[in-house]
C-alpha cells in the first residue's frame, strides 16, 4: 500500500531520504515558507535511499544530469525543483536532512 509523504526542503541543495521508488507529486510552499514542500507517494516499506534535489530560481542554471520534478509559487518567489539523476542513487537508511515530516 502507498501513502503520501513530505519532504521540506530547506535549502537550494537536498540530500533527500526517502523510500525506494517514492513518486514526487506535488511542489508547494507550505506554512508561509519561502523554500517548497514536496510531497510524494511511498512505500512505508521499501528500503529507503538518498535523493538530491535541487532548487532552482526562474532564470537559475540547469544542468543536463537534471530531471524537472515540479515548480511552486512560495510567497514572491517561484521554484523549479529538480532531482540528480544517475545510474547509482544512493541506497543508505541513514538519516539525511530532507526526512519525511507529519502534518
Not at 511552486?72 to 521554484?79: D, L, M, S, T
Not at 523549479?80 to 539523476?85: G, T
Request: charged share 25%.
Amino acid at each position: 500500500m502507498k501513502v503520501i509523504w513530505k519532504y521540506q526542503l530547506l535549502t537550494t541543495d537536498n540530500a533527500v531520504n526517502m523510500p525506494r521508488g517514492a513518486k514526487v507529486i506535488h511542489v508547494e510552499q507550505q506554512h508561509g515558507g519561502v523554500l517548497p514542500t514536496l510531497w510524494a507517494e511511498v512505500d512505508p516499506t521499501a528500503p529507503n535511499e538518498t535523493r538530491r534535489f535541487i532548487v532552482v530560481g526562474t532564470g537559475g542554471d540547469c544542468s543536463d544530469d537534471w530531471q524537472h520534478v515540479g515548480s511552486g509559487v512560495c510567497g514572491a518567489f517561484v521554484w523549479h525543483i529538480y532531482e540528480e539523476v544517475d545510474d547509482e542513487q544512493g541506497s543508505d537508511s541513514e538519516t539525511k536532512q530532507g526526512d519525511a515530516v507529519a502534518d
